[in-house]
């Protein structure tokens, strides 16, 4: 089945403390995206990724990290989280930017204390 | 920079009565504009896409025509169910590889 996988679906953690989120998917796609989304705001741009070892910022950058390192995967990393991060992210891919759909993962739940 | 500017939400309708969600857009050059859909829980899903001027997507029922001239791509549906209860969210994208979303609205179609 053609999918985006996101892991973990739920996190509580404490500020400071460093974690990843994964984000893969099996469409062999060469664009992938990490959104966060937030009442009020919508779906907001974090980085995004052209192929494999290149990367750019999205909207709202400050405080990830992210790196491409093989097609399948798009890990997402908050070195040292804080609450404004609090947040739902949805990683997604498509086969090309332009006039393609994205295929969205399940979302991941993150709330910093 | 490129912008979605969607009507607020949420909007609460009787079943069978027809939708609009109005969305207007700003962007250099020629954007491909999306309606995605979100139900509780969930991620997003493609609804419908337009990649040029004049085209109308269409799916579900739901359509939505790509108009240049007002910089709109309004979302419509003559009979809505109760199974349309959902997040709808237009989007943009041009040739900057950046994807941008409006701020979504709620929809709620009541029995």
Redesign the interface.
Known sequence: EAQ?TQNPRYLITVTGKKLTVTCSQNMNHE?M?W?RQDP??????IY?S?NVEVT?K??VPEGYKVSRKEKRNFPLILESPSPNQTSLY?C?SSLM???N??F????TRLTVL | GDSVTQMEGPVTLSEEAFLTINCTYTATGYPSLFWYVQYPGEGLQLLLKATKADDKGSNKGFEATYRKETTSFHLEKGSVQVSDSAVYFCALTSGTYKYIFGTGTRLKVLA
């Open positions: 985006v664009y995206s959104y009020g705001l919508g779906l907001r741009q995004y052209m750019d999205g909207d949805f997604a930017v332009a006039y759909e994205q969205f993962g399940p979302g």
